[in-house]
């Protein structure tokens, strides 16, 4: 639950730093190399702030398989009810 919190969080923090990035470019007056707003560098890493996001939601997913193991080892019975008749089906009739 914590992760995906992260992952949402992160991907919060990403949409808004694109968003205040086109914000900023709308007054840029052309001497962003004086002020070291490189447009290049905004953009690489509004890119890394997503891949990250997309990589920790895709941690985030439960394995089908994982839990199925955890409930078979927890006791129970196996039954296989296509095999026919045994030695202990003859004690019974039915009705």
């Known amino acids: 639950a914590a992760s995906e919190q992260v992952s949402a969080t992160s991907e919060e923090l990403a949409g808004q730093a694109?968003?205040?990035q086109n914000t900023i470019a709308f007054f840029r007056l052309g001497d962003s190399d004086r002020r070291g707003g490189a447009p290049g560098a905004i953009d690489q890493t509004v890119k890394q702030l997503r891949d990250k996001a997309q990589a920790m939601s895709a941690a985030v997913k439960p394995k089908k398989g994982a839990a199925s193991a955890k409930r078979g080892a927890s006791g129970g019975f196996a039954f296989n009810l296509d095999d026919g008749?045994?030695?202990n089906d003859a004690a019974f009739k039915r009705a």
Do not use: I, K, N, T
Request: charged share 35%.
């Open 18 to 20: 694109e968003q205040l």
């Open 85 to 87: 008749a045994d030695h």
